[in-house]
């Protein structure tokens, strides 16, 4: 008995030390939660709800603002969206290893993409740049060009062509060949034969590429140090910035028609007049506002894996709540 006397004392007393031990502990918080300066307390609060965000932000949904009226009139200048990051598969971190999504982007989607021209600086900087980004409530944005203006690190476009595709741009139209098929359709055929909506809208009308590629042939002419055809007659070389894209296909048919031992001309006319073919796991972005839009005509289809989420829902301002077509 006095063997099992001493163990119930020895237990006896552990409990009575251990409880004794986790009041003082408790209490000790206490004490600093009520002495804590409640501006400290505000901090602490805005911080972990910062460090929820941000992981909300890199896994299952993104907010982003519209920079540009690329996608008009789908997305406006200013409008707020969520982004699905989740479906195609989140980053583990930004810039590193992305993780396996449940589906792949498919044509007709509204996606949003890292730009091909961006020159990251690191996962570190990148993480800092949202933590810092989201705690401001987005008035601090410290990724900018040494001049001061903001960096574009996401680009925002509709998913036109996928892996097989042939695409060709044609006075602004575009025509795509899907895999298997002979032919290339025009677009707004192929998405009303899938049931989807074409979305794409023109600014400049067809009659109005006369002009624009008239001003295309006189640069040409200009850059080969030859005297303009008397049949162009003065060209208004304003009219390019219309369709810059189309500008630019037609001076370099001519330059290539002039210098076809120029492999770098001979090259990017080739590409113009073929088409670009989209490789599998790739997908080929325009803007909505096809002739107001930097995409996929000028640096060609986006690997999937650099593709971040879709853009699901617009949130802000309330006149333009919904879903995104």
Same mark, same amino acid.
């Given at each position: +008995? !006095?063997? %099992?006397?001493?163990?119930?004392?020895?237990?006896?007393?552990?409990?009575?030390?251990?409880?004794?031990?986790?009041l003082k502990r408790k209490l000790r918080n206490k004490r600093k939660q009520q002495n804590r300066n409640v501006v400290v307390?505000? @901090? +602490?609060?805005?911080?972990?709800?910062?460090?929820?965000?941000?992981?909300?932000?890199?896994?299952?949904?993104?907010?982003?603002?519209?920079?540009? %009226?690329?996608?008009?009139?789908?997305?406006?200048?200013?409008? +707020?969206?969520?982004?699905?990051?989740?479906?195609?598969?989140?980053?583990?971190?930004?810039?590193?290893? *992305?993780?396996?999504?449940?589906?792949?982007?498919?044509?007709?989607?509204?996606?949003?993409?890292?730009?091909?021209?961006?020159?990251?600086?690191?996962?570190? $900087?990148?993480?800092?740049?949202?933590?810092?980004?989201? @705690?401001? @409530?987005?008035?601090?944005?410290?990724?900018?060009?040494?001049?001061? %203006?903001?960096?574009?690190?996401?680009?925002? *476009?509709?998913?036109?062509?996928?892996?097989?595709?042939?695409?060709?741009?044609?006075?602004?139209?575009? $025509?795509?060949?899907?895999?298997?098929?002979?032919?290339?359709?025009?677009?707004?055929?192929?998405?009303?034969?899938?049931?989807?909506?074409?979305?794409?809208?023109?600014?400049?009308?067809? !009659?109005?590429?006369?002009?624009?590629?008239?001003?295309?042939?006189?640069?040409?002419?200009? %850059?080969?140090?030859?005297?303009?055809? !008397?049949?162009?007659?003065?060209?208004?070389?304003?009219?390019?910035?219309?369709?810059? $894209?189309?500008?630019?296909?037609?001076?370099?048919?001519?330059?290539?028609? +002039?210098?076809?031992?120029?492999?770098?001309?001979?090259?990017?006319?080739?590409?113009?007049?073929?088409?670009?073919?989209?490789?599998?796991?790739?997908?080929?972005?325009?803007?909505?506002?096809?002739?107001?839009?930097?995409?996929?005509?000028?640096?060609?289809?986006?690997?999937?894996?650099?593709?971040?989420?879709?853009?699901?829902?617009?949130?802000?301002?309330?006149?333009?709540?919904?879903?995104?077509?």
């Amino acid at each position: +008995m !006095s063997k %099992e006397n001493d163990f119930v004392g020895r237990l006896q007393g552990f409990t009575e030390r251990f409880l004794t031990r986790r009041l003082k502990r408790k209490l000790r918080n206490k004490r600093k939660q009520q002495n804590r300066n409640v501006v400290v307390d505000w @901090l +602490m609060a805005i911080l972990w709800a910062a460090c929820v965000v941000l992981v909300i932000n890199q896994y299952i949904f993104q907010n982003y603002q519209i920079p540009s %009226e690329s996608m008009v009139d789908t997305l406006k200048i200013g409008d +707020m969206i969520f982004v699905d990051k989740f479906s195609y598969g989140p980053e583990l971190l930004p810039g590193v290893v *992305k993780l396996p999504g449940v589906t792949s982007p498919q044509r007709g989607q509204v996606i949003v993409f890292e730009n091909p021209s961006y020159i990251s600086k690191g996962p570190v $900087f990148t993480i800092a740049q949202q933590f810092i980004y989201m @705690l401001t @409530l987005t008035a601090v944005d410290i990724d900018r060009e040494p001049n001061g %203006e903001q960096r574009v690190h996401y680009l925002i *476009k509709r998913a036109v062509g996928t892996g097989g595709d042939t695409i060709r741009i044609q006075r602004g139209e575009v $025509f795509i060949r899907p895999e298997g098929m002979q032919d290339f359709v025009p677009e707004k055929t192929l998405m009303k034969d899938l049931g989807l909506a074409c979305r794409a809208t023109r600014l400049v009308a067809a !009659s109005e590429y006369d002009g624009i590629e008239a001003v295309g042939t006189a640069s040409a002419y200009q %850059e080969a140090g030859l005297p303009t055809p !008397s049949n162009l007659g003065s060209p208004d070389m304003a009219t390019a910035y219309k369709d810059a $894209f189309g500008y630019d296909m037609k001076r370099v048919s001519v330059l290539s028609d +002039m210098k076809p031992s120029d492999y770098r001309v001979a090259s990017t006319a080739r590409r113009y007049s073929q088409g670009w073919y989209i490789p599998p796991d790739r997908v080929f972005p325009m803007g909505d506002n096809r002739d107001n839009s930097r995409d996929g005509r000028y640096f060609g289809p986006v690997d999937q894996s650099r593709v971040l989420g879709r853009a699901l829902f617009k949130y802000w301002p309330p006149s333009r709540v919904g879903g995104i077509p």
